[in-house]
């Protein structure tokens, strides 16, 4: 069975940093894109970052870039999402997410291109 479990959400003030991580287990992970997406309440779940299978190349979206990082660490199979200078707009639950090939067709950027799912954490920015 494949798991995705993250951690290290909490609350934070506006300004801090936190770095979420996400253990996959029951699948190696390390010949396909992560990817970090987030969501609100009655909102879709949207894209925040993903990196493709070997690391060398990341994503972001307009909304986080330059204030957040990700980065795997495949012989652990685990991949982490730095976040800085968080706002209170980056409050959301995030979810870590897993490809099952190489190159998604649906691209970095789409929900659809990640069949694996964690449970998501809770990002809490206080003003």
């Known amino acids: 069975q494949v798991q995705l479990v993250e951690s290290g959400g909490g609350l934070v003030q506006v300004g801090a940093s936190l770095n979420l991580s996400c253990t996959a287990s029951?699948?190696?992970?390390?010949?396909?894109?992560m990817g970090w997406f987030r969501q609100t309440p009655g909102k879709e779940r949207e894209f925040s970052a993903a990196?493709?299978?070997?690391?060398?190349?990341?994503f972001f979206a307009e909304s986080v870039k330059g204030r957040f990082t990700i980065s795997r660490d495949n012989a652990r199979n685990m991949v982490y999402l730095q976040m800085n200078s968080l706002k209170p707009e980056d409050t959301a639950v995030y979810y870590c997410?897993?490809?099952?090939?190489?190159?998604?067709?649906?691209?970095?950027?789409?929900?659809?291109?990640?069949?694996?799912w964690g449970q998501g954490t809770q990002v809490t920015v206080s003003s």
């Open positions: 997410a897993g490809a099952n090939t190489r190159y998604p067709r649906g691209g970095y950027y789409s929900p659809r291109s990640y069949p694996y």
């Open positions: 990196i493709n299978w070997d690391g060398s190349s990341t």
């Open positions: 029951g699948r190696t992970f390390n010949s396909a894109p």
